[in-house]
């Protein structure tokens, strides 16, 4: 995003609602700063704007810079897997398409958030990690576009350095690699450079009890209180 | 998208903040799915403690002035329906209007994990799979306040900014904006309308009442 200074009166109405606090006042305007910003198009769409000064610049939409809207902005979808947002399905439909069965965990590594954004070259030392872990990585999601091939664990030289509100690495394990994977992962996640939020998803048991919630606290991990919920209405479904 | 999940805050400060978000496969059954999404949508929209709704595709949430019937309109190009509740009961009664209703979209409700599980068996539904939050790692110094991140995080998404909300309880604290205001104006950056504008507006009025100089201080 940019601001056309030959219209921006300096009311500093857009500063509040950069997420990524990358707008400033100078010389009698305000800019916004081009390595920090993650094109994600709040401050446009916040309308605050009283002289329409706020747009993105052609620049904003070509690559390697266009990924940074494509994994920011929820309205702009992902032209490698056709949609938006920066995940997958996920466990959202999980009991039409049966993802994650019973005796299988997902894990989604959700780098930049809450709120700090990351560089995609955030993802490197985890993927690496990952890789060496014998753990199934999900190809759907969109990041998968923009590290090198065949995987190393790298991403594509072009994109390492562009920020972004939040990307996600998304893999699939089985239940009796759980300590393994929490240990191994603690530490390497513990070196990264921005924020990660930690997603972790299981089946219920057929009585309805959720015993992952009982393994996580025998290893000492704490999972929070709330959770999202599929509540097995889709249909046909898939393992009741 | 996990984008309901990782909302921060304590179990009593968790309460009262339920997320809805019903969501067609691009494997199974999305195709001509709008008709059905906006049955859901209908269905929502006939509770009275209905809170927030919105999408991506739709481009702003009901707190940023989306109308029901322009949210229908962007269904036949979407594949959800999402929103938020203060209201345990309006929950039940969304499921069990769904559960009669049938529509075979996946339903996937956020909130506190037992409260959840005792919805469901009271209408014999049966959760199928739980996503749970691990909380944050790495360079958790970049974290804002404690109170900043319980606002935040009600928009998965990441577009509700800190500085906002620190620019917004500044004002609410002074009187220079009430805490319902406030929480109207932090709603606006989350299109997808689970941004919970009566938990919003509670952290605000507590943040208020227990500011230096306040009558409850």
Same mark, same amino acid.
């Given at each position: 995003?940019?601001?056309?200074?030959?219209?921006?009166?300096?009311?500093?109405?857009?500063?509040?609602?950069?997420?990524?606090?990358?707008?400033?006042?100078?010389?009698?305007?305000?800019?916004?700063?081009?390595?920090?910003?993650?094109?994600?198009?709040?401050?446009?769409?916040?309308?605050?704007?009283?002289?329409?000064?706020?747009?993105?610049?052609?620049?904003?939409?070509?690559?390697?810079?266009?990924?940074?809207?494509?994994?920011?902005?929820?309205?702009?979808?992902?032209?490698?897997?056709?949609?938006?947002?920066?995940?997958?399905?996920?466990?959202?439909?999980?009991?039409?398409?049966?993802?994650?069965?019973?005796?299988?965990?997902?894990?989604?590594?959700?780098?930049?958030?809450?709120?700090?954004?990351?560089?995609?070259?955030?993802?490197?030392?985890?993927?690496?990690?990952?890789?060496?872990?014998?753990?199934?990585?999900?190809?759907?999601?969109?990041?998968?576009?923009?590290?090198?091939?065949?995987?190393?664990?790298?991403?594509?030289?072009?994109?390492?350095?562009?920020?972004?509100?939040?990307?996600?690495?998304?893999?699939?394990?089985?239940?009796?690699?759980?300590?393994?994977?929490?240990?191994?992962?603690?530490?390497?996640?513990?070196?990264?450079?921005?924020?990660?939020?930690?997603?972790?998803?299981?089946?219920?048991?057929?009585?309805?009890?959720?015993?992952?919630?009982?393994?996580?606290?025998?290893?000492?991990?704490?999972?929070?209180?709330?959770?999202?919920?599929?509540?097995?209405?889709?249909?046909?479904?898939?393992?009741? | 998208?996990?984008?309901?999940?990782?909302?921060?805050?304590?179990?009593?400060?968790?309460?009262?903040?339920?997320?809805?978000?019903?969501?067609?496969?691009?494997?199974?059954?999305?195709?001509?799915?709008?008709?059905? @999404?906006? #049955?859901? *949508?209908?269905? $929502?929209?006939?509770?009275?403690?209905? +809170?927030?709704? /919105?999408?991506?595709?739709?481009?702003?949430?009901?707190?940023?002035?989306?109308?029901?019937?322009?949210?229908?309109?962007?269904?036949?190009?979407?594949?959800?329906?999402?929103?938020?509740?203060?209201?345990?009961?309006?929950?039940?009664? @969304?499921? #069990?209007? *769904?559960?009669? $209703?049938?529509?075979?979209?996946?339903? +996937?409700?956020? /909130?506190?994990?037992?409260?959840?599980?005792?919805?469901?068996?009271?209408?014999?539904?049966?959760?199928?799979?739980?996503?749970?939050?691990?909380?944050?790692?790495?360079?958790?110094?970049?974290?804002?306040?404690?109170?900043?991140?319980?606002?935040?995080?009600?928009?998965?998404?990441?577009?509700?900014?800190?500085?906002?909300?620190?620019?917004?309880?500044?004002?609410?604290?002074?009187?220079?904006?009430?805490?319902?205001?406030?929480?109207?104006?932090?709603?606006?950056?989350?299109?997808?309308?689970?941004?919970?504008?009566?938990?919003?507006?509670?952290?605000?009025?507590?943040?208020?009442?227990?500011?230096?100089?306040?009558?409850?201080?």
């Amino acid at each position: 995003m940019k601001i056309d200074p030959e219209k921006c009166i300096a009311c500093l109405e857009c500063v509040d609602f950069c997420p990524m606090n990358c707008i400033a006042e100078g010389d009698d305007v305000v800019s916004i700063d081009q390595e920090e910003c993650v094109e994600c198009g709040v401050c446009l769409h916040a309308g605050v704007c009283p002289t329409d000064a706020i747009y993105m610049p052609e620049e904003s939409m070509q690559y390697p810079r266009a990924i940074r809207a494509q994994f920011s902005d929820p309205g702009v979808w992902h032209p490698s897997t056709n949609q938006g947002g920066r995940g997958t399905e996920e466990m959202k439909t999980n009991d039409v398409t049966g993802r994650f069965r019973r005796g299988e965990y997902g894990m989604a590594l959700e780098f930049g958030r809450p709120g700090t954004g990351a560089r995609m070259s955030d993802l490197e030392k985890v993927l690496q990690a990952l890789i060496k872990m014998d753990v199934e990585l999900e190809h759907d999601n969109a990041v998968f576009a923009f590290l090198e091939e065949p995987l190393t664990g790298k991403v594509k030289p072009e994109f390492r350095n562009e920020k972004v509100l939040s990307a996600i690495l998304e893999f699939k394990i089985r239940e009796e690699q759980l300590e393994q994977v929490i240990r191994q992962l603690q530490p390497v996640l513990a070196e990264v450079d921005t924020v990660v939020s930690w997603g972790l998803a299981s089946r219920f048991a057929e009585d309805g009890t959720l015993p992952v919630r009982a393994r996580l606290e025998a290893l000492g991990v704490h999972a929070r209180p709330n959770a999202k919920i599929n509540m097995g209405m889709g249909r046909p479904l898939c393992e009741p | 998208m996990s984008h309901a999940l990782h909302r921060h805050g304590t179990t009593e400060q968790l309460q009262n903040d339920y997320t809805f978000y019903a969501r067609a496969s691009r494997y199974v059954n999305r195709e001509g799915c709008g008709p059905k @999404l906006r #049955k859901i *949508l209908s269905i $929502a929209l006939e509770e009275k403690n209905l +809170v927030n709704y /919105g999408s991506s595709q739709a481009g702003k949430s009901f707190k940023a002035g989306l109308k029901p019937d322009e949210y229908a309109a962007t269904l036949d190009k979407a594949y959800g329906v999402a929103g938020c509740f203060s209201d345990k009961e309006a929950v039940r009664s @969304l499921l #069990k209007k *769904l559960k009669e $209703a049938d529509t075979g979209i996946s339903i +996937v409700i956020s /909130g506190l994990i037992d409260e959840i599980v005792e919805i469901a068996r009271g209408l014999d539904l049966k959760p199928h799979t739980a996503f749970l939050s691990l909380g944050v790692h790495g360079k958790r110094s970049l974290l804002p306040e404690d109170e900043i991140q319980q606002i935040t995080t009600m928009c998965g998404h990441g577009m509700v900014a800190a500085k906002l909300s620190k620019a917004v309880i500044g004002r609410v604290k002074s009187g220079k904006m009430t805490p319902e205001a406030g929480a109207k104006l932090l709603a606006q950056p989350c299109p997808c309308g689970i941004f919970n504008t009566d938990r919003c507006e509670a952290i605000l009025k507590e943040l208020k009442e227990n500011a230096p100089g306040s009558a409850k201080s």
